[in-house]
Structure formats: C-alpha cells, structure tokens
C-alpha cells in the first residue's frame, strides 16, 4: 500500500487530535476528551500550576502576575515544541519522556526568562517545584489517554482485511490513547462486529458514517477504490478528522509496522523529499563518542569480568560470524556466556533461559555484561551503537524464506542496542524474528539522532531488569 503521505499530504497528529465542528455544542465527556487531546486542558492545568506556584513563593501582586506569565508561556510553547518535535517518534519517547523532556525545556527557558525580567526576585525553588508540576501535569493527562476508555482518540477504520487484524491488535493493547469505533467495508460478507467493533456500512455511505460518528482519525486500509474513499472523506474534511494509512497509524501508535501487509512502495517512502535527513557521518560521530565513553566507563570491569568468564572452560571472548550492513560478513566479540560445546550440533537460535549458559554466563546476559566487547566492533565500524541486532548467516535462508522484506534491515549496521530490542524478547524462531523485523523496519524510516539518544536513555533502565535482546 502507497504511503498516504504521498498521496494526500495529510499528518498524523500528536495523539490523533481533532477539532471540533463547526457549530457543534462540545459539552460534558466529549468536551473533556476534545480539550485533552487539543491542548487546551493541559494549558489550562499549567496555567493553574503557574499561578499557584507564584502566588505560594511571589511577595507582590505584580511579581505574581509577571511569574505567573513567564511559566505558563515558557511550558506552554516548550510543550508544544517539544511534542511537534516528537511527533513521529512519540511512540520512543513514551509518556515519561515526553513529560521530562517538555519539563526540561521550560525549565530551561523560563529560568533564563526570570533571569532576565526580574533580577533579584527570582527563585530557583521555584522553578524547579514549577517543573516537577508540569512533569507531574503532562504524565497524568498522558496516562489518562490510554487507561480511560472515554478519553481515547475515536478511530474509524476503512476496509475490512487489515483492519480486523488490527482490531484485535487494539483489544489486546489496553494501553495506548485509541479507541476503534467502527468499520467501514464494502464486502456484504462481514457484517458481523470483530473484537466488539461494529461494521458501520459500505464506502459508499462514508460521508454519512463519519458526520454521525464524528471520528478522530481516519485509518484507510482499502487497496482498491482508494480514490472514492479519498472523495468521500474530502468532502466532509471540514469535520475535523485526520486521515492516515494503515502502515502509517501501526507507526504511530505501537512504533512498528505491519510486516505482511508492507510493500515496496512504503520503503520508496523513506526517499521521501521531507524525511528528516541522518547523515551516516553524524550517526558515525555518534557511535565513535558513544563507544569511546562506554570503553572509559567500563574499562575497569574487563579485568573482573575476565576472572569470572574463565572459572568455566574456554576462552574469555567468543567470536561469531554475523551478517552486518550489506549482508557483509564480520565477527562479533563478546564474553562468553556458554559451554565451548553448546554447539556441536550446529547452530541453534539462543533462548531466554538458555540451558547452555554457564552460572557467570546467565549474570552477564542479564546485566547486558558480555556484550561490552561490541564497544570494539563500532570502533571497527562493523556495528552503530543503534541498530538491528546482528544475525547469523546460518539462518538468512530461512529467515528470507518465511518473513517478507526481511533482508532490507541489512539497509543498516547493526547495533548494540536498539528499538527491536527493546521492544521484543529473544528471537528463537522466525515468528518471533518477524515481530523484531517489524521493529526494525520502523526504525529504518524514523532513525534520527533524537531517536538514538531516546533508545540509548530507554536502554540503561533495561540494563538490570534484562528486557528485550
């Protein structure tokens, strides 16, 4: 399926949010949930915090009027700032990040503000309690988009073979900000709801459907008559809805993509005349820092690592052949993890709970330990910092057989850490590796620097609880 960014120069919008129409009476849930979703209710909440905050630490009422300003413009701008800025990579963010990082910025920018509107009267207490406000603001209407089924954008699904797929997908899923409403199909096969969805009626009555059921987002799923859907929705687009593609709202709303129903026309979007651009010497730049620190940092640790490794018989480092950018053949370092003969069979898929791990071995994948020897293969530039992992050339066959599109992840280095990673557990089969594939893919259209720092600041929590491969 073309990508709808192509075709309509539509966006997605922060959190699906629509407008209200024209004439409409907003009262009541719906007003809520609308004023949630637009802003406005956040505004109003900073806005509150604002006064409160320099009403407890201000002596004046004009100090507190002045305060009460610069804090509600500064978070209020760096909110928004900071959510267009995330706006395809929210999903990386999460709530909490996006929470910090808007905290952060009108930090930032209303300390310089005080600094400079009213010298002598500022109070860094009070910023900061401004700050842990508006962290505390942002996260808390963030979470009530998903946890209150009432506040969730309404999405109206068109065409009925991908859209049931991802209506179960959304019933599984209880915790993201969207609620499906309704399915729109011409096929007089099903009319039969899926997952509690209803089947609204056909492309023909869209116009109708979407003035009734006034939806948020529009997800167009439909590979023929795209053309009348696409009329229908134009004329009724003074509701206020948003329209997306199928790929596009897996994207954004669970970070990966739909693996069997991807075609070639999407991965032509990357080349797309406004994706953000990531040049390979500012993601090499990237990766050379990030190893240097992480060998400075760690260094200590080879030594006592090295002791460990060797209470067990075998070699300190293991080396393996894996697949790297191109398909291109390199050998991968790590500490040990296993018995020198856990593969006299030949290769076998890694597991969770390997039983061919040595005692020290299970310590140091849960730690993430053995893979600090990576650090060397990203100053080889064999691996990014960020990336796929690498796989072995024992399963391409296989793999290139049963999942579609999956030798395009060698389109990157592969990584030490990445999205896959840390969304997915360990691969042990080509159903798992096809879920990791759809990580990927995800991260192949949206890798930025922003993307890379986010996925390196999500990793270090990882680090302990052992998450994801």
């Known amino acids: 399926m073309a990508s709808l960014e192509t075709e309509l120069q539509l966006e997605l919008p922060s959190a699906a949010a629509a407008r209200p129409a024209r004439g409409r009476l907003v009262v009541g849930t719906e007003g809520v949930r609308r004023a949630l979703h637009d802003g406005r209710l ?6 509150v915090a604002s006064l409160a905050v ?8 004009l100090q507190v009027a002045v305060a009460c ?5 500064s978070w ?4 928004q700032f900071v959510e267009r800025s995330l706006r395809t990579v929210k999903v990386v963010a999460g709530r909490v990040g996006l929470a910090a990082l808007a905290a952060l910025a009108g930090l930032a920018v209303a300390g310089g503000a005080s600094f400079w509107l009213r010298p002598g009267t500022g109070n860094r207490t009070e910023v900061i309690v401004m700050a842990m406000l508006v962290f505390s603001i942002i996260l808390g209407l963030e979470a009530a988009k998903s946890r209150l089924a009432v506040l969730r954008s309404r999405i109206l699904l068109v065409g009925w073979e991908g859209t049931s797929e991802l209506v179960d997908v959304l019933a599984r899923h209880d915790r993201i900000p969207f609620a499906a409403i309704g399915i729109v199909d011409d096929n007089p096969e099903f009319t039969h709801p899926v997952a509690g969805v209803p089947v609204l009626g056909s492309v023909g009555e869209l116009q109708s459907i979407v003035r009734e059921t006034t939806p ?7 590979d023929r008559g795209r ?10 687009a003074s509701l206020g809805f948003r329209v997306v593609g199928l790929p596009e709202f897996y994207e954004h709303a669970f970070g990966r993509v739909p693996v069997r129903r991807m075609t070639d026309a999407w991965f032509m979007s990357i080349l797309h005349l406004y994706q953000r651009s990531y040049s390979r010497g500012l993601k090499r730049a990237f990766d050379v820092l990030g190893a240097v620190a992480g060998l400075l940092l760690t260094a200590p640790l080879f030594p006592l690592i090295a002791i460990l490794v060797q209470q067990s018989e075998g070699p300190i480092f293991y080396r393996q052949t894996r697949l790297g ?3 291109r053949l390199f050998t991968i370092l790590k500490f040990r993890t296993m018995h020198i003969d856990a593969e006299l069979n030949g290769a076998v898929w890694a597991q969770e709970r390997d039983p061919r791990m040595t005692s020290i071995g299970r310590l140091l994948r849960a730690t993430r330990l053995d893979e600090l020897p990576q650090l060397i293969n990203v100053l080889r530039g064999e691996m990014s910092i960020v990336g796929p992992r690498p796989e072995r050339p024992e399963f391409v066959e296989l793999l290139e057989e049963s999942i579609p599109f999956w030798s395009r992840r060698h389109l990157l280095r592969p990584g030490i850490t990445g999205w896959a990673q840390l969304r997915a557990g360990y691969a042990a089969d080509s159903l798992a590796t096809e879920e990791k594939l759809s990580y990927d893919l995800w991260y192949l259209r949206h890798q930025s620097l922003i993307v890379d720092a986010l996925i390196c600041a999500r990793t270090l929590p990882t680090l302990l609880l052992a998450v994801g491969r």
């Open 227 to 236: 053309p009348e859907v696409f009329a229908g929705l134009g004329n009724v």
């Open 54 to 61: 320099a009403a407890t630490f201000e002596q004046s009422p």
């Open 76 to 79: 209020t701008l760096c909110t």
């Open 42 to 47: 956040r505004g109003a909440l900073i806005f």
């Open 216 to 222: 948020d987002l529009v997800v167009v799923a439909v």
């Open 325 to 327: 950018e191109q398909g």
């Open 69 to 73: 300003c610069v804090f509600t413009l």
